[in-house]
């Protein structure tokens, strides 16, 4: 069984493609259009061992918030089809991540009830070219469209990059251990509601 998708959005601030297959090998090919957001795109892509291709043009020239909120749109849509009626998913995730001085702890829920529980705070407001805060707008974007439950902690840490790169990281693992099939429930919808 392969689960994939491709969406491809285009708004007045930002032309979007992305191309995931849940099983994959953790090949990427991420132009975002900010080098720090294609390095956490990337390491998601590797430690959740999908297979993503993400393009995107935006209105940079304004900042990249527009483009950090649409490619988290763009992904959570593609992950929800991909994963379609979810029958025979593990359902939840969870991951801690050390990054070298930094723990973070990233748990997610394939609910259907979109919502972020996001309790990161960085010294640093600007890493390089890319704004800390549009991780959390990047985020909700995604559990919005991707209509998943997520909890991001900031355990501790010092180096901003550090902290983000393992929350990356851990969302990863996470949302890899819940888009795994159950063997023993391959045919079943993970919930008492009959669906997700």
């Known amino acids: 069984m392969s689960r994939s998708a491709k969406v491809s959005r285009k708004t007045l601030e930002t032309d979007i493609t992305v191309d995931i297959t849940i099983e994959g090998k953790g090949d990427f090919l991420v132009k975002s259009g900010n080098g720090f957001m294609d390095h956490m795109l990337s390491l998601f892509t590797k430690h959740g061992l999908f297979d993503v291709k993400i393009a995107c043009v935006g209105d940079t020239h304004v900042d990249f918030h527009h483009s950090a909120e649409d490619i988290g749109i763009s992904l959570g849509m593609a992950f929800r089809e991909a994963l379609g009626d979810c029958k025979g998913i593990q359902r939840f995730g969870t991951c801690y991540m050390p990054m070298d001085e930094s723990l973070s702890r990233v748990c997610l829920d394939i609910s259907g009830r979109p919502n972020l529980v996001y309790e ?77």
């Open 120 to 196: 990161v705070t960085l010294t640093d407001r600007m890493i390089g070219t890319f704004e800390s805060d549009l991780v959390q707008d990047f985020f909700k974007a995604f559990t919005d469209h991707a209509q998943i439950t997520m909890h991001v902690d900031l355990i501790r840490g010092r180096n901003s990059h550090h902290c983000i790169e393992g929350i990356f990281k851990a969302f990863g693992r996470a949302l890899s251990q819940a888009c795994a099939i159950n063997p023993k429930a391959r045919e079943v919808i993970p919930s008492t509601k009959g669906v997700l």
